[in-house]
T-cell receptor
Framework: AQSVSQHNHHVILSEAASLELGCNYS??????LFWYVQYPGQHLQLLLK??????LVKGIKGFEAEFIKSKFSFNLRKPSVQWSDTAEYFC???????????FGTGTRLLVSP | DARVTQTPRDKVTEMGQEVTMRCQPI?????VFWYRQTMMQGLELLAY????????DSGMPKDRFSAEMPDATLATLKIQPSEPRDSAVYFC????????????FGEGSWLTVV
């Protein structure tokens, strides 16, 4: 069965600091990978996704993620965070057989001004 | 913009009452998911439909929860009888086989059972 691990449950950063959130998945086949963001009191919104091709994926709001197949990882990065990036970030994986989307437990990011 | 629509947005109900949550997937999407989010458990998949057929409801308590898709434009999640531990945010999401594997979330139904 698929599973997703997000090792950082809470991250606190100052504005302009760089961000990297870890995500590892377990599934032997071909997968699609996603990062969703949930701002306080809101629903989940797609940040970026990887299906195939260039393993470095750029998303909205300056976020990017790198798929490293050998490490089963899909870490999220942003060079310089802003206060408005305060949110919870979820990594998710779905196999290409259109099966269910499995989420990690989320990482709560707090950016202090 | 096309979006997943959920009703009600907020619901407060008494223990033992029936609760029905509705979801209108994005037009043309053929996959629908119900997720529950709580502080303790995070995001849990309750049910998953593809072309209106239930594919996976292993995460759903069968004794009190039921999920259906009466037609392609409506998915329902029913709790009967409701209990305080059902208090959570319930998200519906939809996707399309032809649109790749991306799914889009509704704004959620915030349920409180007292």
């Amino acid at each position: 069965a698929q599973s997703v691990s997000q090792h950082n449950h809470h991250v606190i950063l100052s504005e302009a600091a760089s961000l990297e959130l870890g995500c590892n998945y377990s599934y032997g086949g071909t997968v699609n990978l996603f990062w969703y963001v949930q701002y306080p009191g809101q629903h989940l919104q797609l940040l970026l996704k990887y299906f195939s091709g260039d393993p470095l994926v750029k998303g909205i709001k300056g976020f990017e993620a790198e798929f490293i197949k050998s490490k089963f990882s899909f870490n999220l990065r942003k060079p310089s965070v802003q206060w408005s990036d305060t949110a919870e970030y979820f990594c998710a994986v779905r196999n290409t057989g259109f099966q269910k989307l499995v989420f990690g437990t989320g990482t709560r990011l707090l950016v202090s001004p | 913009d096309a979006r997943v629509t959920q009703t009600p947005r907020d619901k407060v109900t008494e223990m033992g009452q029936e609760v029905t949550m509705r979801c209108q997937p994005i037009l043309g999407h053929n996959t629908v998911f119900w997720y529950r989010q709580t502080m303790m458990q995070g995001l849990e998949l309750l049910a998953y439909f593809r072309n209106r057929a239930p594919l996976d409801d292993s995460g759903m308590p069968k004794d009190r929860f039921s999920a259906e898709m009466p037609d392609a434009t409506l998915a329902t999640l029913k709790i009967q009888p409701s209990e305080p531990r059902d208090s959570a945010v319930y998200f519906c999401a939809s996707g399309s086989d032809s649109g790749g594997n991306t799914i889009y979330f509704g704004e959620g139904s915030w349920l409180t059972v007292v």
